[in-house]
């Protein structure tokens, strides 16, 4: 059977070859046709391999530059084959060409259109059938699971200025993406009840993918939909749960850190991370890094423990794990005191933490008298300690902290501690933390939120992209308006005079054009130096551009006056000075061989001419001949130790 002849091996070798435009679109036009059904037609029988569309969407893309095919009409079979080739091998093959394509040519934007067509017509069609499969190639998933996190910013060096609403950029790419894996999901869980079996170990690695790329707050609408779905759902909280067990390891710190912050009720997560935490890293991440290795910023640290606390009593009806963490917050509270790495902040946050712990414990959960113990021993150890602080925050934190626990173990007036502090907004603020757990938490109602605390509703509804963005705006806008306030004036440290100048450096030109006009500006010294540094990189990526503005690129190096911080440039000027001569032999030795002798140069700069000669001379011979006063010196071809 392999001796026969196969019907789509003449359309290939057509497009291999210089051929006519006519043949080239027969040949496209025959290869079309075998997908008119899955057997060949001169070949009953024999299936038609996908490879076969694989090789001709390569050699299709080869020819893109050639002007034998319409644009449109080129796109247009390009599309066509696209839905008959493999998406992971298409993907690699446009990632591919994308490298080796120059900028600003006809080549780029096809390849550009093109993978804007697969992401939105190819890619929905590919994460429908990897929810179908039972197994899964975790080799070529991880890869593509790589790739396609960060395709925006693959695309982003090649993307114009007026692409604003292109779904390449970052932000709409992900939401296209969160949407897509929003319609797998759909489409697993009618699959499992009709008890057909899925997979979700793509979209858990995709989403792993790009929490670890940085952009939590993008994926999470998706997530907040899926465990708002699980309240009256069990297939949906059934496939939340799968869907968390494939995301990898890593990611969880900065998920669930998202998820609290965005969540109403914390008892929900467990829609997502199960009533069970089997998963070692996820009891690691919840209960020890989120509360003794980070530090978070008000009012988000707040949000952050209630809602945790709230999952843990969710756990089960004793609550063990909430009292366990509990527990070991007092004996942190109690033993890092007067530590060198014990920060005011981290004093804050655990004091925090504390007061809402205790409050969940005082109103919805009762203490034994064991438990009670320990935590009282713990209490007074770290109000001794906080009480001969020279620091007022921290006094007080003491005495809030043994006020509260010693209230909750020992209700009467008589017996329970009591100080005398001023009843300022930070007191009234830190005791309202004692109402968080007001409500029952452990039957799934909502805890009390503290009246002073802010909430934020356009991260909660799901898939609400835009008011989230809004209530963004509208948070950094109050705070801008809060900080205009004269009622409590307090000097500004200026800082020094380094650190500004490294905030107002621009970045390195990514075009030839740009890094001349910035070494123009004499009176900017910064972007001078910047775009000094960047010359070599760009004479190397932009040859072309080389030849017309030789020249001039000439003339500002060879007057540039290397003091001051300009002095770090020596180096790349001499660098830029050696790739223009040689990549514009004719011009450069032209300019060169006039300014060796002339009289506005230093010794340094003469020497320096010459030594850049020195690197092709054979090259700078043939059009140099007749310039006597720059090749009659015996030295050319040494380079002098300037």
Avoid at 444 to 457: A, H, I, V
Avoid at 542 to 553: E, G, I, K, S
Wanted: hydrophobic share 40%; with cysteine; aromatic share 8%.
């Amino acid at each position: 059977m392999s001796l026969l002849p196969k019907p789509w091996l003449a359309p290939l070798n057509v497009l291999a070859r210089q051929s006519s435009t006519e043949e080239i679109t027969r040949a496209i036009s025959d290869i079309l046709n075998l997908s008119s059904s899955s057997e060949s037609k001169s070949l009953p029988g024999i299936p038609v391999p996908v490879a076969v569309y694989d090789r001709a969407f390569i050699l299709l893309l080869e020819r893109v530059d050639a002007t034998w095919m319409d644009e449109s009409v080129l796109l247009t079979r390009c599309e066509d084959l696209m839905r008959l080739c493999d998406p992971v091998e298409i993907f690699f093959t446009l990632l591919d060409i994308l490298k080796k394509c120059r900028t600003e040519t006809a080549q780029l934007d096809i390849i550009m259109r093109l993978i804007s067509h697969y992401v939105n017509c190819c890619l929905d069609v590919y994460l429908m059938e990897t929810s179908n499969a039972t197994t899964v190639d975790v080799e070529t998933t991880e890869e593509f699971v790589q790739c396609l996190a960060s395709l925006p910013d693959r695309v982003a060096p090649f993307l114009k200025e007026n692409d604003t609403k292109s779904v390449l950029l970052r932000s709409s790419f992900i939401r296209h993406l969160s949407g897509i894996i929003h319609q797998g999901l759909c489409h697993a869980h009618d699959r499992v009840k009709s008890s057909k079996d899925t997979s979700l170990t793509f979209f858990g690695r995709l989403i792993g993918k790009i929490v670890a790329n940085g952009q939590c707050d993008l994926i999470l609408p998706l997530l907040l939909k899926l465990i708002n779905d699980g309240d009256n759902d069990f297939v949906w909280r059934r496939i939340a749960q799968q869907l968390f067990r494939n995301i990898p390891a890593r990611s969880y710190e900065s998920l669930l850190l998202g998820l609290l912050c965005a969540l109403e009720d914390g008892g929900q997560l467990t829609h997502l991370v199960g009533c069970k935490m089997d998963d070692p890293q996820v009891e690691l991440v919840l209960t020890k890094r989120l509360i003794f290795n980070r530090i978070l910023p008000s009012p988000k640290d707040v949000t952050v423990y209630r809602n945790l606390f709230g999952f843990l009593c969710a756990l089960d009806d004793e609550a063990s794990k909430f009292k366990e963490v509990a527990e070991g917050l007092l004996e942190s509270w109690a033993t890092v005191y007067g530590q060198s790495y014990m920060a005011i902040e981290y004093e804050m946050s655990l004091t925090k933490a504390i007061l809402i712990a205790v409050g969940i414990l005082r109103t919805c959960i009762p203490v034994e008298l064991s438990f009670g113990q320990k935590l009282l021993k713990f209490t007074l150890r770290g109000v001794e300690k906080r009480l001969s602080s020279t620091d007022g925050k921290v006094r007080l934190n003491g005495m809030l902290v043994g006020e509260a626990v010693t209230r909750m173990i020992q209700p009467s007036p008589d017996n329970f501690l009591k100080f005398d502090y001023a009843e300022d907004n930070e007191t009234i603020s830190l005791k309202q933390l004692l109402e968080c757990g007001a409500s029952d938490s452990i039957n799934g109602s909502t805890l009390k939120r503290p009246q002073w605390e802010k909430t934020k509703t356009g991260l909660v509804e799901p898939l609400s992209f835009e008011r989230a963005d809004a209530a963004g705006k509208a948070q950094v806008s109050a705070e801008v308006e809060e900080l205009d306030s004269d009622d409590d004036l307090v000097p500004y440290s200026i800082p020094p005079e380094s650190s500004v100048r490294t905030k107002t450096t621009i970045g390195q030109p990514k075009y030839l054009q740009d890094c001349y006009e910035g070494l123009c500006k004499r009176d900017d010294v910064v972007r001078r130096l910047v775009c000094l540094k960047a010359l070599p990189g760009l004479l190397t990526r932009q040859p072309d551009l080389v030849q017309h503005m030789a020249v001039d690129l000439l003339k500002i190096l060879l007057g540039m006056e290397l003091e001051g911080s300009l002095r770090e440039g020596r180096a790349d000027r001499y660098a830029s000075l050696v790739a223009i001569t040689m990549q514009s032999p004719k011009d450069a030795g032209s300019f060169l061989g006039g300014e060796v002798i002339a009289r506005n140069y230093g010794i340094g700069v003469r020497l320096e001419i010459l030594s850049v000669g020195s690197h092709r001379p054979r090259d700078v011979i043939a059009w140099g001949r007749g310039k006597r006063s720059f090749f009659n010196f015996r030295f050319f071809a040494q380079r002098p130790n300037v």
